[in-house]
């Protein structure tokens, strides 16, 4: 198959940073998908109605006049998100959701939850207005090995939300185990998850692949091969419940190699063209369309795109770095070549 042409797709986990930075990061997800959840864990954090709106003009400003897309805004969850914070996000239409962060597991998660019980009260309310709960999925205890932080998450903590909030829609973002796919699949349809292609296309061994490398670090970290592979199984099966979300985070170089470098892939500069290189490799890409189009906007309940993208098989070389505001931004595959490039996006505006 030399083109590719299918509905186009949404970014269902993205981080664009603010200010500056947005210029940069902004046009790579626009010129690839019609839509895209963006996080909120910003300093200070997203949390509130009027922060989010504000954020999403910002972000608006920096998407180019050629190219229409939608930013889907979050919330982030903390242990003061009030009733009226979840009220006033179910009747904007432009928030989508809740991010739970378990207080330092990544970046920007200092404000994040320390205890989940104290939020019982606020999944309460979500669960009622049908707002969806968004979940790093990780256990911060320093006594659980980093490697075992997501089934560790899943047995001590997100069984005991699911069961008490049985109705509540769930985002197992960034799932990296074998573990999580399991619980994904065999949970009730409200249940799904997001993989990224950083977590289908490595390994932990690539952390250490000729010395370490920073670029490929993220939270959650790189799992063994094993792991990978049900990822890949995930991805290009038949269940409904795995779709596209990158976590393509930014941070610039200076910050990345460092004595200690921040957790992060940026891949929205080519993101599009790493699932497809994978998605073909496993003999799949006819299942590309349903990861990355049809899968995530039913779960969230909104309308398929209308418009359509197209990827020819043209190899070209992912370039050694971006400016990012003043300083440099180095992206996954830097200076190497992948088999497939987004070659245009059609001009039909998002579905909302």
Partial sequence: MQSLTFTCPDDWHLHVRDDRALNTVVPHSARQFARAIIMPNLKPP??????????????????????????????YLTESTTHDDVRAAAESPY?????????????????????????????????RLDLPLLVHGEKTDPEIDLFDREKAFIDDELTSIIKRFPALRIVFEHATTRDAVQFVTEAAPNIAATITPQHLLYNRNALFEDGIRPHRYCLPILKRETYRKALIAAATGESRKFFLGTDSAPHPQQLKESSCGCAGCYTAHAALELYAELFEKAGA????????????????????????????????????HYPFADQTLIPLKAGECLAWKCIGKSEAPPAS
């Fill in 95 to 127: 928030i989508h959701a809740f991010k739970l962060y378990p207080a330092g597991a990544t970046t920007h998660s200092d404000a994040g939850v320390k205890r989940l019980d104290r939020i019982f009260p606020i999944l309460e309310t979500m669960q």
């Fill in 285 to 320: 890409l006819d299942k590309l369309e349903g990861f990355a189009s049809f899968y995530g906007p039913d779960f969230y309940r909104l309308p398929r795109n209308s418009g359509t993208i197209t990827l020819e098989k043209r190899p070209w070389q992912v370039p050694a």
């Fill in 46 to 75: 997203i949390t509130t109605a009027a922060m989010a709106l504000a954020y999403r003009r910002r972000i608006l400003e920096a998407v180019p006049e050629e190219n229409h897309f939608e930013p889907l805004m979050t919330l």
